[in-house]
């Protein structure tokens, strides 16, 4: 809509259209403007100024007064998402900013003395060019207090990681005013200190820019909702590094990456996506692609980074010669069959090879590192072979040895025996042999075994073990009916996953049930915990028994289910509490725990549990 240039007066009555209207121009004739024309909930986007106007002004779309001191209005639906505030302005207008809907980030001007009342609806950044201003509350009354405030790196005046303004605690972080500013160019939109676009005929997601990826949490990144609609992502030239969560829930078949990426912490296994087929690499960087497979070179050390979900050939995958590392996650859950081992191989980091499908490893005489969660949960592994010349580790009946044999590495689990005793000497074993033995029955420790130690993540139901039997000598564990348990019968710590018996009771002696103790055991119905059990982690205890229909309690609700998480229990409907008469913190019929899991209940005479 354009004024008539006969129009002086602008008055605050709205008239008609301006509810409607995306634009306006005003006219070299218009003196007096009322700012209550344009209401909040009005389309305005562009306010154009005809030159010559001497008490108006605007810029890219934005209403000042005549010499560009005073902003007067930004429109509510300008659909930028950045704005900066010229250094020429010393003062924001009363409603200035007045619940604009896509502003997210604003940069103050260097001269900005005076902020009347302004209220935004959006905003989640503002960059401030130095000392903390004498306005700023006045600007924070009506700012979400999600909103970071970012202040000059070294400026004393601020204080680091969060603030409080007129009792509103404000996150804040320091940048680098010097740094260099992306600008956008060819459809890209600023994020942070990068560019991104994204081309939804291709499918191609873009990111571009100079230096690093900005490291926030996964749904702050804007391209974090693209899902499977990417299927190319294209990282260009000055990125240097990328963050874990820069990459989730996005699911390309193809990745690209430049000569500058120098690193990418664990986006690698952010992509383990089954669609994603093929790695494409910048020469002359870190990083290199070898046939689609994910490579990096430091030094003298040559890793294999990440071999994609979906790559072409992995069942017969020959690794080159050359490389001595296998990256943290590199060939996670991969459908894997025979894994050729180069001879230079040095180094296999944290679940390197974990819950894949590999069915067997011969390792060449320079491996001296591997990580005790490697191989953990690869099932389908038949045996370990080590070269007789390997001066760290050892293989005796396809079981992986250090090569003093005191440490279990990595058992075999689809080795077909049944029964198996950890040969006397072993010190350590890992705990995962008691969760992926799909062929073992029964395990027995010797004396010697000290530890039983954990790669700290979660486990699987495959085991087939119906016992764990300890000698009676050993210092640190032993066991009653197949069940495992300290050495003084007070801490739990495996009930076999294939265990028979349809009911247990938890011994008297016992104090503490260790995390995924009592899991995945379809035979078991009836579980009874003894009152001085006084630890027990329900998140994980009992987990995935889905045939377990009734817990008995001795006494009143103990603290740690009282409190617990029941995610999983919760699963299992058709549960029921039992509780001795007389007692305490249970209600007939059904009870809620403190943290709001409500189950069935039923009382029964004290003393007479199962």
């Not at 001007?109 to 700023?136: C, D, I, K, M, Q």
């Not at 994609?308 to 010669?321: L, S, W």
């Not at 296998?326 to 390197?352: C, H, K, Q, W």
């Not at 260790?514 to 995945?520: D, K, L, Y």
Request: net charge negative.
């Amino acid at each position: 809509y354009t004024v008539p240039d006969t129009v002086v007066r602008m008055p605050g009555e709205p008239i008609s259209i301006t509810a409607n209207l995306t634009s306006i121009t005003i006219p070299a004739s218009v003196r007096n403007i009322s700012l209550s024309l344009f209401s909040s909930n009005c389309t305005m986007q562009n306010i154009t100024v005809a030159s010559g106007n001497q008490y108006w002004s605007s810029v890219d779309g934005v209403l000042y007064n005549s010499n560009q001191t005073i902003m007067k209005y930004y429109p509510p639906c300008r659909p930028d998402e950045e704005f900066r505030i010229p250094d020429t302005v010393s003062t924001l207008g009363d409603a200035s900013f007045y619940l604009p809907r896509y502003l997210k980030n604003l940069y103050v001007g260097e001269n900005l003395t005076t902020v009347e009342h302004v209220a935004f609806r959006t905003l989640e950044r503002v960059y401030f060019p130095g000392n903390r201003p004498s306005w700023l509350n006045a600007m924070c009354r009506e700012v979400s207090s999600t909103v970071t405030l970012y202040y000059p790196a070294g400026n004393a005046t601020w204080t680091d990681g969060s603030m409080t303004v007129d009792g509103i605690t404000y996150k804040t972080a320091s940048y680098d005013p010097e740094a260099e500013e992306p600008v956008p160019d060819d459809g890209y939109t600023v994020f942070e200190n990068i560019l991104w676009k994204f081309d939804e005929t291709a499918g191609t997601l873009t990111i571009a820019g100079k230096g690093d990826m900005p490291d926030l949490a996964s749904k702050e990144y804007p391209w974090s909702t693209l899902g499977y609609s990417v299927t190319d992502l294209v990282v260009e030239e000055g990125i240097t590094s990328l963050t874990k969560n820069s990459v989730v829930n996005i699911y390309p078949y193809r990745v690209q990456y430049p000569s500058t990426l120098e690193s990418a912490g664990q986006a690698f296994m952010r992509l383990n996506n089954q669609r994603l087929t093929k790695y494409t690499v910048a020469e002359g960087g870190t990083y290199y692609a070898v046939d689609g497979v994910l490579f990096s070179n430091s030094g003298n050390v040559r890793t294999l980074e990440h071999m994609p979900y979906d790559y072409p050939g992995m069942e017969d995958y020959v690794i080159p010669e050359g490389t001595t590392a296998i990256a943290d996650y590199a060939m996670i859950y991969l459908n894997l069959g025979a894994v050729t081992f180069p001879d230079s191989l040095e180094t296999i980091g944290y679940r390197a090879l974990g819950y894949s499908s590999i069915t067997s490893v011969t390792l060449g005489e320079n491996v001296r590192t591997i990580d005790p969660s490697a191989f953990v949960g690869c099932t389908e592994v038949t045996a370990y072979t080590v070269v007789e010349d390997n001066p760290y580790f050892i293989s005796e009946n396809g079981i992986l040895y250090n090569n003093i044999k005191t440490d279990m590495i990595a058992y075999p689990y689809s080795n077909g025996v049944s029964d198996f005793t950890v040969p006397d000497g072993v010190k350590e074993i890992p705990r995962e042999l008691l969760y992926y033995s799909v062929d073992l029955h029964t395990l027995t420790l010797p004396a010697s075994v000290i530890s039983i130690i954990s790669e700290g993540g979660s486990y699987d139901t495959q085991s087939a073990l119906t016992a764990v039997y300890v000698d009676a000598d050993n210092p640190k564990y032993s066991s009653a009916d197949g069940v495992l348990y300290s050495a003084d019968g007070q801490t739990l710590i495996y009930y076999p996953t294939c265990r028979t018996q349809d009911a247990f009771v938890i011994p008297s002696a016992v104090r503490e049930v260790e995390n995924w103790a009592i899991f995945g055991n379809q035979n078991l119905k009836t579980l009874v915990i003894p009152v001085y059990v006084h630890t027990m982690e329900t998140a994980v205890n009992p987990r995935d028994c889905y045939n377990l229909t009734d817990i008995y309690f001795q006494g009143n609700p103990p603290n740690f289910w009282n409190n617990g998480d029941f995610q999983y229990l919760t699963t299992i409907k058709q549960i029921t509490l039992h509780y001795p008469e007389g007692y305490d913190g249970w209600t007939d019929g059904t009870w809620t725990s403190a943290s709001g899991y409500t189950f069935k209940t039923a009382s029964y005479p004290a003393g007479t549990a199962p």
